[in-house]
């Protein structure tokens, strides 16, 4: 089971990107798929869960009213579309499949499978 992250890149303040993410190997509908970022010196924090089956989706409060996630489960892919981005959101961001009960979900030891991380640089 493989995750491959996409769409990184460079963006001024205010603008906005859409992450992606394509599991393999498995069904997405399995999991509940989390985007976690990592800046330099900074842990890792969740930024957004989205609970398999139709369940809820929840975002941190640094990006919450700015973030959407999504997923299809059909294609097996799962989006992160960011707006009004900030250069606070510059980091590594990572998608993640695991299997978290409720209260752990935000704890990225809960995740078995990562993506290999795409960088977010936002700078004007």
């Known amino acids: 089971v493989q995750l491959q992250a996409s769409g990184g890149g460079l963006v001024q303040p205010g603008g906005s990107l859409r992450l992606s993410c394509t599991l393999s190997?498995?069904?997405?509908?399995?999991?509940?798929i989390a985007w976690f970022r990592q800046a330099p010196g900074k842990e890792r924090e969740g930024v957004s869960v989205?609970?398999?089956?139709?369940?809820?989706?929840y975002y941190s409060d640094s990006v919450k009213g700015r973030f959407t996630a999504s997923r299809d489960d059909a294609k097996n892919m799962a989006y992160l579309q960011m707006n009004s981005l900030k250069t606070d959101d510059t980091a590594v961001y990572y998608c993640?499949?695991?299997?978290?009960?409720?209260?752990?979900?935000?704890?990225?030891?809960?995740?078995?499978?990562w993506g290999q991380g795409t960088q977010v640089t936002v700078s004007s």
């Open positions: 989205s609970r398999r089956s139709g369940g809820m989706t």
């Open positions: 190997g498995s069904t997405l509908n399995s999991y509940t």
């Open positions: 993640a499949a695991g299997s978290p009960i409720l209260s752990a979900q935000w704890e990225s030891r809960m995740y078995r499978v």
